[in-house]
T-cell receptor
Framework: GQSLEQPSEVTAVEGAIVQINCTYQ??????LSWYQQHDGGAPTFLSY????GLEETGRFSSFLSRSDSYGYLLLQELQMKDSASYFC?????????FGTGTSLTVIP | GAVVSQHPSRVICKSGTSVKIECRSL??????MFWYRQFPKKSLMLMAT?????????EQGVEKDKFLINHASLTLSTLTVTSAHPEDSSFYIC?????????????FGSGTRLTVV
């Protein structure tokens, strides 16, 4: 089976940095993705890591350690619009399986 | 960029009736599409993988006779919730991958909120 764990809720101050962790146990692993979902909306793609290390895309960075079955999403210079749910997702080569999701609240 | 259109966005139906949800890839061909279900404040649960021209592959615990999937063309997959009951009320989302993109990111439809009364 597939298991992806994330913290359920995180609160951070506008302008700060926040890290959302993801640990996974899956049968088959090609890479780890991160998606953002605002209330009532569709998930939108943020990043994909196939290899160990840090990938940076603007204010968002994503890290993967395959040996530790662990990754994280780093959000810098937080803005109010970053308040949303964030999901990690493992790509098995055929499908994506999603984590439990982290609700991020950015406060002034 | 890759666009996936999902229709309808909201539907309310009576218990016992069937509802069809469409998922279209607008600017690319998708041999494979995926159907997810999401409960409020919960994660996306993969229901099935829809394959063009062949039978869908269902995840464990998903009733294939309840959730009928048809992928008749390279740009259209449909999910039909048959004999809907209130417990089928949920947010259903489809996704597809444009193989021309490099990042393995799948594009999602806007979702369908189904309410069974």
């Amino acid at each position: 089976g597939q298991s992806l764990e994330q913290p359920s809720e995180v609160t951070a101050v506008e302008g700060a940095i926040v890290q959302i962790n993801c640990t996974y146990q899956t049968s088959g692993f090609y890479g780890l993705s991160w998606y953002q979902q605002h209330d009532g909306g569709a998930p939108t793609f943020l990043s994909y890591n196939a290899l160990d290390g840090l990938e940076e895309t603007g204010r968002f960075s994503s890290f993967l350690s395959r040996s530790d079955s662990y990754g994280y999403l780093l959000l810098q210079e937080l803005q109010m619009k970053d308040s949303a749910s964030y999901f990690c997702a493992v790509y098995t080569g055929n499908q994506f399986y999603f984590g439990t999701g982290t609700s991020l609240t950015v406060i002034p | 960029g890759a666009v996936v259109s999902q229709h309808p966005s909201r539907v309310i139906c009576k218990s016992g009736t069937s509802v069809k949800i469409e998922c279209r890839s607008l600017d690319f061909q998708a041999t494979t599409m995926f159907w997810y279900r999401q409960f409020p404040k919960k994660s996306l649960m993969l229901m099935a993988t829809s394959n063009e021209g062949s039978k869908a592959t269902y995840e464990q615990g998903v009733e294939k006779d309840k959730f009928l999937i048809n992928h008749a063309s390279l740009t259209l997959s449909t999910l039909t919730v048959t004999s809907a009951h209130p417990e089928d009320s949920s947010f259903y989302i489809c996704s597809a991958r444009d193989h021309g993109r490099l990042h393995h990111g799948y594009t999602f439809g806007s979702g369908t909120r189904l309410t069974v009364v």
